[in-house]
């Protein structure tokens, strides 16, 4: 049975080893993440590759709109769309 701590799948994966005594046993690691990436053109944020359990504990997004969801090229794009469109409907 294995020990209490390893008995929840999450965040590990687990990897079966043959020894060189022919026994088979089990090495638990930590799953790798995949980094942020931008919703509308999906580049990497600059943010770093943690579970969002571990980036709640001291790692801060930037201060601005929509910060960890898109990147600043289009936010900026989305800003100047909105700022047009609510133009043009006010004319």
Known sequence: ???PAYRSRKGL????????????VYHYEKKKYN????????????????????????????????????DHRCLREGIKKAVRLMAGALQ
Do not use: D, H, Q, S
């Not at 994966?13 to 088979?24: E, H, M, S, Y």
């Not at 944020?45 to 709109?65: C, D, S, V």
């Open 1 to 3: 049975m294995p020990r």
């Open 13 to 24: 994966r687990i990897i079966k080893v043959r020894t060189p005594g022919g026994r088979l």
């Open 35 to 70: 980094p942020p990436r931008c919703a509308v053109c999906k580049r990497v944020l600059n943010m770093p590759k943690m579970t969002p359990r571990e980036a709640r504990k001291g790692f801060r997004t930037p201060g601005r709109p929509y910060a960890g969801f898109l």
